[in-house]
């Protein structure tokens, strides 16, 4: 999986990361959990078809959480520093900060070692979820693995200027490897390999544009020549050019539209937000819509760490707490999680102290997103082909909050609006400004496609690991016309 | 009020850790090598209804070196602040130049600045925000949580406080050598008041600007907490029984506390000189202020006068050198309603042919390369005493007068926005009469700037900004303020956002 053998790593000066770990808890006078954050990280972006920007990183952060038990709970206190950490001074900070703190509203006993994750590494993955690799260093990357890239781009820039395409974009690849340890035992690593590649064409006067990307662990399975094609055929689309007025579409998106959409719903899915009253997912008097009906077609959005070519962190890691993630549940293993399940609204997140308060069940984020409707086949073009009137969209961008209750969204679409007649793309069409929640697009999904590997435009950044399907929307709110392109 | 920073590394650390980077940089040919040593202390809390719900410390410390070799540029970065690991970022930054320059088509150059020899500068605070202990800064906290949860008005209460502490070494090979340490603080308090019927709900937000001051900012020196905590209750509690606005167009009085947002996305971003050339098409987006209607582009009416600078006292932008060794200044982005500057970094500037760099380079970490970000973009009031808002807002038959930033959305040539707020008062024949819900405008840029009527004078003048502005792959957060007065736009589209989500 790491391209690079450690031979080119930069912080070959850092002491190991379980020692770090084992100093601190040694200098801790009371309960203590230590995180050490490894990264390791390659990138290139271009434009203007041309190389521009570049970067190769070692990171490195130590979070101490100390916990201080007072006459009515526990507080704790928190340090994080980068780089070769004075590990006493970070654990004599944050023993300053708990006893100095209220109680932690968080609270919960720290837990124990021994408590298996119910999910394993998948085939392919690189996840170590078990304590025998504690002691191994961190997984490494370095440009090499982009190779193939820059080998492809330079043919795609060529093929760009011969043809009066303007090629830009950016590709990425990172390590994190994650060590927790804690007072009561447990000592985890996890490796999480994290790539990308974004691709945008431009017509070389700028009024069509279109964008392809792809979410990757190693860059094994994407490469330019076919982000290239499929850019190729999308700028071919746009040489028929049709202006349309904002009104309510007929709109067929595409998995990383969806994606974007969906991390944005799960995103206002914390258990203490919506019992405050402030989200979409809130009821009158301190209720929440669990178990209300979101969809009418039975729809399964999940989290799973086990997601076979998405697997993420098998356990929790919280460097902070915040109204539905504890520092106090670091180590928990994690299972999948069905936060809409048969179109109904089945989990909403809660830490330990949350679920307990509440009568919920735990339920940590996992950092990874899949939306699937049983039984569903059939990929964008077979929803395209099934269109009498409507807009093909390419992916969402500048998403925002407009009003929490309803989670009413606004963006624009970017990079290629299509209108479909009759089944077929017949030419691009200028961009819009919608307004549309993804709560109430989900209950108004009339078909969906098989579920495939997405990247949003605008979350994928935070997001990567995730998998939509199409979907047809009949009625979405196009609120305006945006003449960018 | 500047003073040493006791945070600061040692400086024979520094000496070491920059003269072996540039020295190797040197003898491997590079043209060019800059390097930075950073140390970034931050402090975040957060309070749920008086309670804490997180607290944290956070000390970011790093290189990174970036060099221009063989026409190709290349950065390189680690956490490991040793003469040692200097020399080794030296050679991956010169490896990663050599492996890009393979798919590179272009020669990277950068615009000449005079070396600026040794600088030293800090920005103006008393108390650094991160050296208050957190149980002082959780108390006070605690004390105006518990103040506005006592009012039947209000059903919760989040606080968070953000403070930053930033020493930044810069040295490079022309012979500029800068010491700079800045802080910035953002209190932030917010109040929720459900519906009575239980199923709906309005929030408030302080319309405290994030700033580069210290901890006193907290304690009332340039915002008066006391007076916008104790009118927040009854303001909210207006604004949950106010009537729901009537979609359609308005004369709209902005606020600055609304209005730098709007300046911000719509003219900052647009007069970025790396987005109107394409160098960012592939996320932030490009500007419809491309480069050939410089000198040309009618931007607004002819009131319309907009500055960039990094200069600004209390300026979260502001800084004596940028991240490539340029020296600070301020400049004309927009005079007299028409587009006559950009903002620029030394490569751009070079590419353009606009000479020198007008010094809007910066890297929000020591492990990220420094790129073209935004600049302190301000517009500047009407000269003399000129309107007051209340004059301003006189001068409306039908309006609205909007405060307080919320949600905002722009597209990616910065054609098209949308912005709601935080408090929309109904204007009728020249006087306010109460609050509004659910109110967004939409506009197509220069429409909107070319319908500004009227500027305030000096005293409307106010400085707005956020820490977290973002841009770039992989992305970066840059801290950013905006100066500007109340403002009268005519004819703006308002919408209702409840109607908007079908409702």
Not at chain 1, 147 to 154: I, K, Q, W
Not at chain 1, 286 to 313: H, I, M, N, Y
Not at chain 1, 460 to 482: C, H, I, K, L, Q
Request: hydrophobic share 40%; net charge negative; proline share 5%.
């Amino acid at each position: 999986m790491s391209p690079g053998t450690g031979r080119r790593g930069v912080t070959s000066g850092l002491p190991p990361a379980h020692d770090v770990i084992d100093q601190a808890l040694d200098k801790a006078r009371g309960d203590c959990v230590v995180i050490v954050e490894e990264s390791s990280e390659a990138e290139v972006r271009f434009a203007n078809n041309t190389t521009t920007t570049n970067g190769l990183r070692r990171d490195r952060r130590v979070t101490v959480i100390s916990f201080y038990e007072t006459d009515s709970g526990v507080a704790a206190g928190i340090g994080r520093r980068g780089g070769n950490a004075d590990v006493a001074d970070l654990v004599a900070a944050s023993e300053r900060d708990a006893a100095g703190s209220p109680d932690a509203e968080d609270a919960a006993p720290l837990l124990e070692p021994g408590v298996k994750s119910e999910v394993g590494s998948g085939p392919g993955s690189s996840s170590v979820p078990g304590a025998e690799a504690f002691d191994h260093g961190p997984a490494e990357t370095d440009l090499s693995v982009l190779r193939d890239v820059l080998a492809g781009l330079g043919g795609a820039f060529a093929r760009a200027e011969a043809a009066g395409r303007v090629l830009a974009g950016f590709a990425s690849h990172a390590i994190e490897t994650v060590y927790l340890g804690t007072s009561t035992g447990i000592r985890r690593r996890h490796a999480q390999p994290t790539g990308s590649l974004h691709l945008v064409g431009r017509s070389a006067d700028g009024s069509n544009s279109a964008w392809v990307g792809a979410g990757t662990a190693d860059f094994s399975d994407v490469t330019i020549d076919q982000l290239e094609e499929r850019l190729v055929g999308r700028l071919a689309w746009g040489a028929r050019r049709i202006e349309l007025e904002a009104g309510r579409y007929e709109v067929v998106l595409p998995p990383d539209a969806v994606a974007d959409l969906m991390v944005g719903l799960v995103g206002s899915a914390s258990g203490q937000e919506a019992e405050d009253g402030r989200t979409v997912f809130s009821a009158p008097d301190g209720r929440t819509k669990l178990g209300e009906v979101l969809a009418p077609l039975p729809f399964q959005l999940r989290s799973d760490p086990a997601e076979p070519g998405l697997t993420c962190s098998p356990f929790v890691v919280a460097p902070a707490s915040s109204a539905d993630s504890s520092v106090f549940d670091n180590g928990m293993p994690l299972a999948s999680t069905r936060w809409i399940d048969g179109g109904r609204l089945a989990r909403l997140r809660y830490h330990r102290a949350g679920a307990a308060r509440s009568g919920q069940t735990v339920t940590p984020a996992i950092d990874n997103l899949v939306l699937e409707l049983p039984e569903a086949a059939g990929s964008v073009e077979d929803l395209v082909a099934g269109t009498e009137r409507g807009l093909l969209l390419t992916c969402l961008w500048y998403i925002r909050e407009v009003d929490p209750a309803t989670l009413l969204l606004t963006g624009l679409t970017r990079d290629g609006v299509y209108l479909v007649e009759n089944g077929s793309v017949v030419g691009a069409v200028n961009n819009f400004r919608f307004n549309e929640s993804p709560v109430d697009l989900l209950g108004r999904v009339t078909e969906a496609g098989a579920t495939v590997r997405a990247l949003g435009r605008e979350y994928g950044e935070w997001v990567n690991r995730t998998a939509m399907p199409p979907v047809r929307v009949p009625d979405f709110n196009m609120s305006s016309v945006s003449p960018a392109s | 009020m500047s003073q040493h920073d006791p945070h600061a590394f040692d400086p024979a650390t520094v000496t070491s850790v920059t003269s072996a980077a540039l020295e190797h940089a040197e003898r491997l040919g590079c043209i060019h090598a800059d390097i930075r040593v950073e140390r970034i202390r931050s402090q975040s809390v957060r309070l749920r209804d008086a309670r804490l719900e997180s607290a944290a410390d956070d000390t970011e410390v790093g290189v990174g070196v970036r060099v221009v070799h063989g026409g190709a540029i290349g950065f390189a970065a680690t956490v490991e602040v040793t003469a040692e690991a200097a020399v080794r970022l030296v050679d991956q930054a010169v490896d990663a130049a050599r492996t890009t320059a393979l798919a590179a088509r272009l020669p990277v150059e950068l615009a000449p600045e005079p070396a600026h020899g040794a600088v030293v500068w800090s920005s103006p605070y008393r108390v650094d925000p991160v050296d208050v202990p957190l149980a002082d800064k959780v108390a006070l906290f605690e004390d105006w949580s518990t103040r506005l949860l006592a009012s039947p008005a209000i059903d919760h209460v989040t606080a968070s406080l953000l403070g930053v502490s930033e020493t930044k070494h810069y040295a490079d090979l022309s012979g500029t050598e800068a010491t700079q340490h800045r802080v910035r603080l953002h209190p932030v308090v917010e109040a929720l008041a459900l519906g009575d019927r239980g199923d709906g709900f309005e929030t408030m937000r302080t319309l405290a600007p994030p700033v580069g001051r210290g901890w006193e900012y907290a304690d009332g020196h340039g915002w008066d907490w006391e007076a916008e905590l104790a009118a927040m209750p009854e303001l909210l509690a207006e604004k949950l029984r106010a009537p729901s606005v009537e979609s359609g167009r308005f004369d709209l009085v902005i606020d600055p506390t609304n209005l730098w947002l709007t300046i911000h996305e719509s003219i900052g971003h647009a007069t970025e000189l790396d987005r109107a050339m394409g160098y960012e098409a592939a996320y932030a987006g490009t500007s419809f202020a491309t480069f050939d209607k410089l000198g040309t582009l009618r931007y607004g009416s002819d009131i319309m006068h907009v500055t960039g600078d990094r200069t600004v006292e209390h300026g979260l932008a502001t800084v004596a050198i940028d991240d490539e060794g340029v020296a600070s200044r301020s400049f004309d982005l927009v005079r007299d309603g028409v587009l006559v500057g950009y903002q620029l970094d030394r490569s751009i500037a070079r590419s353009s042919g606009l000479g020198r760099s007008n010094g809007c380079a910066f890297a929000d970490s020591p492990l990220h390369t420094p790129i073209q970000r935004m600049a302190n973009v301000s517009l500047q009031p009407a000269p003399g005493r000129g309107p007051s808002t209340e004059s301003l807002i006189a001068g409306v038959e039908q309006g609205i007068y909007i405060m307080g930033d919320k949600s905002w959305s722009i597209d990616m040539q910065r054609h098209n926005f949308q912005f709601t707020g935080q408090r929309f008062y109904r204007i009728e024949s020249g006087q306010i009469t109460g609050q509004l819900r659910d109110v967004a405008y939409q506009a197509t840029t220069t429409d909107f700037w070319g319908a500004m009527e009227a500027v305030g004078g000096t005293d409307t003048y106010r400085l707005g900004g956020a820490f977290n502005c973002g841009k770039g792959q992989p992305g970066q957060v840059a801290p950013v303020s905006h100066g500007c007065p109340s403002a009268l736009i005519r004819n703006v589209s308002v919408l209702n956002t409840r109607e908007e989500s079908g409702r």
